[in-house]
C-alpha cells in the first residue's frame, strides 16, 4: 500500500485520475467518491477499468483527517489457457453461499457486516479457472512464496474449489492447504426450495487447529412485495470462546425501487451478546446517500460503543 502525505484539500476523485495506471483507451471505465460522517468521517474515492486482458481497481482514503492512503485493491491480466482461463496478480475471490458468515471464503476472507464497507483488496495470486455451462473449476495459488505469514489472509496456501449445477441446486466443495491450517475440506449449497424461499448452508473441516471447524445454515426469503427476510445460524470453532455460536435475523425493503430499508440483529447465545443494526439508502441517478446506526447490547456493549454514519456518493 502507499502513502501519501498532503496538507491540500483537493479531491481524492483529482488523487485518483492522477495516480491510477490507466490503459491509453480504457475499454470499461467506472469511479465513484464517497462522503462519511458519523462516529468516524471518510472521505474516499474508487477507480475500476478493464482493457482487455488487463482488469484494475484503485481506491484512494483519508480517514479522520489524517493522511491519504492509496491502495491498489486489484489488478489482474486474463488469458485463455490449457482449455480455461489463467489469471496473474492481485484479485478478489469470493467462494462461499452464505451472508452474514462465509465458511468456505478460504481465499478472501472478509468482514461480512462492516457498516458501508468500501472496496475488498484482492489476495495476490495465480490462478486457473475452467467452467461449462452447469459446472467449473478454480485452482488457486495464493501469496506465492509467503509461506506462513504474521497474518492468515498472507498466508501461502493452495485451494481449489468445484462448483456444479444441479437444477434448482448449486453445490460447492473446497480444498485448502497451508502451513497454518493444514487440510481444510469443506461443502456448501444454495437450493431453491419454492417461490421466494432458497436454503443453503456451509460445513468446513480444518486440521488446524486440532480438527477444528466451521458450520453454516440459514435461509432467504423475498416477497413480491420486495420484502427480503435473511436467517442464519452458524458455529465457529477457531473463534473466541463465547463467540463461537451466533444467530442473525435481517429484514429488507424496497420503497419505489429506489429506497432500501433494513434492521438485523445478531445474538451470541454464550454471551447474550447482541448487535442490532438499522439502515437505510436512497438511490436517485448518480446518487447514494445513506445512513446506518448499529447498537451493543450485553456483554458486547461494554466493550463497543454505539456506531452512527451517514454517507453521500456520487457514481461518474
Known amino acids: 500500500m502507499l502513502h501519501h502525505k498532503s496538507r ?4 481524492l476523485a483529482v488523487a485518483l485520475s492522477l495516480a491510477a495506471p490507466l490503459p491509453a483507451h480504457a475499454g470499461d471505465l467506472v469511479a465513484n467518491v464517497r462522503a462519511q460522517i458519523g462516529s468516524q468521517s471518510l472521505k474516499a474515492g474508487e477507480l475500476r ?13 483519508r480517514v479522520d483527517g489524517g493522511d491519504v492512503r492509496l491502495r491498489l485493491n486489484e489488478l489482474t491480466y486474463d488469458r485463455p489457457f490449457a482449455g480455461g482461463f489463467l489469471s496473474a496478480g492481485k484479485k478478489i475471490m469470493s467462494w462461499d453461499v452464505g451472508y452474514a458468515f462465509r465458511p468456505l471464503d478460504v481465499v478472501q476472507r472478509e468482514d461480512r457486516r462492516a457498516l458501508n464497507p468500501l472496496a475488498l ?9 475452467r ?21 492468515q489472509r498472507d498466508d501461502e496456501a493452495i485451494a481449489i474449489r468445484h462448483y ?22 469443506g461443502a456448501s449449497f444454495s437450493q431453491v426450495a419454492g417461490d421466494g424461499l432458497e436454503l443453503h ?36 470453532r477457531t473463534a473466541a470462546p463465547g463467540q463461537q455460536r451466533n444467530r442473525m435475523l435481517r429484514a429488507a425493503q424496497y420503497l419505489d425501487n429506489d429506497v432500501e430499508v433494513s434492521a438485523d440483529v445478531l445474538w451470541q447465545p454464550q454471551t447474550d451478546s447482541r448487535i442490532g443494526t438499522l439502515s437505510a439508502s436512497w438511490k436517485t441517478g448518480p446518487w447514494v ?14 466493550y463497543m460503543k454505539d456506531t452512527a454514519l451517514a454517507s453521500i456518493q456520487r457514481g461518474f
Open 8 to 11: 491540500s484539500t483537493a479531491t
Open 49 to 61: 477499468w478493464s482493457e482487455g486482458p488487463l482488469r484494475g481497481v484503485l481506491t484512494a482514503t
Open 121 to 129: 483488496e484482492g489476495i495476490p495470486l495465480l490462478a486457473w479457472e
Open 131 to 151: 467452467f461449462d455451462a452447469d459446472s467449473a473449476t478454480t485452482i488457486v495459488w495464493a501469496n506465492p512464496s509467503q509461506g506462513r505469514a504474521l497474518h
Open 164 to 185: 456444479r449445477q444441479r437444477g434448482a441446486r448449486d453445490e460447492y466443495t473446497v480444498l485448502r492447504m497451508s502451513q497454518r491450517n493444514g487440510l481444510e475440506a
Open 201 to 236: 448452508a456451509s460445513l468446513l473441516w480444518q486440521q488446524r487447529p486440532t480438527h477444528s471447524g466451521k458450520a453454516l445454515a440459514g435461509f432467504t426469503w423475498t416477497t413480491e412485495s420486495k420484502l427480503s427476510i435473511i436467517g442464519e445460524m452458524w458455529t465457529d
Open 289 to 302: 446517500l445513506s445512513a446506518s446506526y448499529r447498537h451493543y447490547g450485553g456483554l458486547a456493549g461494554r
